[in-house]
């Protein structure tokens, strides 16, 4: 099993995040498999007039359908700021709104290793800050799991925008020489 793709960028003021699903073979010829028999099922209940069947199997071949989607072409992508975080999915040819979460004085970063059997430990971050009450608030979860170096970076480039974040708000006016 390979790792899932990963790319990040910080141009001084966001940090940009691409991640890129890598789903196994076995993994999307089932998938693949399993979508193939759910046609011939809704068309058969289609043609025995066997409505309620149909619009049940419908509903299951489309959750699948984005399920497989997603194992084959998913990717994530994510811009961090030191006042929002910014999220969108992308299923190959359909890609989601950009959403927006605001994000309170501080935001708390934890890793959350996942455990599979027979393949290399992934972890997923979680971004949660505090709401106007100071209570917790889960701001966002990565959907593609990441290796643990990768995580690393990425928490290293939270780190960096909130110092920077912490500079510019203590720092000292400039000087000028005339």
Not at 34 to 55: D, K, R
Not at 69 to 93: A, V
Not at 94 to 105: A, C, E, P, Y
Request: glycine residues 6%; charged residues 20%; contains cysteine.
């Amino acid at each position: 099993m390979k790792y899932n793709e990963f790319d990040i960028r910080y141009d001084g003021v966001c940090l940009y995040l691409s991640m890129k699903m890598k789903a196994s073979i076995f993994a999307k010829l089932i998938l693949g498999i399993l979508n193939f028999l759910l046609i011939p099922i809704i068309a058969l209940m289609i043609t025995e007039h066997i409505i309620p069947g149909a619009i049940i199997f419908g509903v299951l071949l489309i959750l699948l359908l984005r399920y497989t989607m997603w194992n084959f072409w998913g990717g994530e992508y994510l811009i961090i700021n030191s006042k929002s975080i910014s999220y969108q999915y992308d299923y190959g040819f359909l890609l989601t709104n950009l959403t927006t979460k605001k994000i309170g004085k501080v935001l708390n970063t934890e890793k959350i290793s996942i455990h599979q059997h027979g393949k290399p430990e992934q972890v997923t971050i979680q971004f949660s800050t505090y709401d106007q009450d100071e209570l917790p608030e889960l701001v966002y979860q990565l959907a593609i799991p990441i290796s643990d170096k990768d995580a690393e970076s990425l928490l290293m480039g939270v780190n960096i925008i909130f110092l920077d974040k912490v500079a510019d708000d203590y720092s000292l006016p400039p000087l000028y020489l005339n």
